[in-house]
């Protein structure tokens, strides 16, 4: 009875949230036409062979930098801006009486954007193979279903990372100041920009003790068939997730503590 109106409430947000996201459609589109980064660092990694390097073949990198741009599309979160207006506009009063966390709100607001904005990503994808054909692949069925849930988890790592500094709005205005200064590591050691295997033995050391590399490297590299450790990668992110989620539990019922509004 409690599962079945569980999951009532959750089919009724996703549906509700992918009726909202389809009217945006357009401007989701254009979200997906600006996360091509990795094609523009795709053609400055083979215009000046520095893939020769790290021992990668061209295919193999415009692989690696296909499934970076996809990963990136189906893991990309901004809850902690939308969090961020809503405290400032007083909309977060009414979500706290109701008997559901509002992060389910915009856990949903996520999940219904990436299903809108999925088309649009096969679209670009089918665009990037008519200039790449060499780069045609189809991965086998237990690397596509790893490489969806790797995916999964790296956005349940980001959402939880911007969840917990979305719950500094509690205490200041302007948490995604915060969250800006985190998006220069997510920049540089996610896998975004370069493949991680790129950086030097000692930095890629303690790199891979932090969660930045299991954001887009380690599910680009397990979906393009590049040489990684499953076991330990899947494990690092399973990981991560136990660590922030108790951490973003006790942020948020600290701040709903602290919480005070006012206005008519």
């Known amino acids: 009875m409690i599962f079945n109106l569980i999951n009532r409430k959750i089919f009724t947000l996703l549906k509700v949230q992918y009726s909202n996201m389809l009217e945006y459609r357009v401007e989701i589109a254009l979200w997906a036409v600006s996360g091509i980064i990795p094609f ?34 189906f893991s990309v979160v901004w809850v902690v801006f939308s969090f961020e207006e809503d405290s400032l506009l007083g909309k977060v009063s009414p979500y706290l009486i109701q008997p559901l966390n509002p992060f389910f709100r915009y856990f949903a607001q996520h999940l219904a954007e990436q299903i809108t904005r999925f088309p649009f990503a096969l679209i670009i994808a089918f665009f990037f193979f008519i200039f790449n054909p ?44 915060i969250e800006r200064l985190l998006f220069i590591p997510t920049l540089f050691l996610s896998g975004l920009l370069a493949p991680v295997v790129s950086f030097p033995a000692e930095v890629k050391s303690w790199i891979y003790l932090t969660p930045f590399p299991y954001l887009i490297d380690f599910p680009a590299n397990l979906m393009s068939g590049n040489e990684t450790n ?27 503590k602290k919480y005070t509004a006012m206005g008519s």
């Open 40 to 73: 523009f660092m795709l053609n400055i990694w083979t215009n000046n062979n520095l893939n020769e390097s790290i021992n990668i073949s061209d295919v193999m990198l415009s692989r690696y930098f296909l499934c970076a741009f996809f990963v990136r599309q």
């Open 230 to 256: 499953i076991s330990r990668g899947l494990s690092m992110q399973i990981l991560w997730i136990f660590l922030l989620f108790p951490l973003f539990k006790r942020i948020w019922f600290e701040g709903t």
């Open 134 to 177: 060499e780069s045609i692949w189809i991965p086998n069925l237990g690397i596509l279903f790893l490489s969806i849930v790797s995916t999964f988890l790296s956005f349940l790592i980001q959402f939880l990372i911007q969840s917990i500094v979305a719950c500094l709005c509690f205490w200041t205005e302007k948490a995604s100041s």
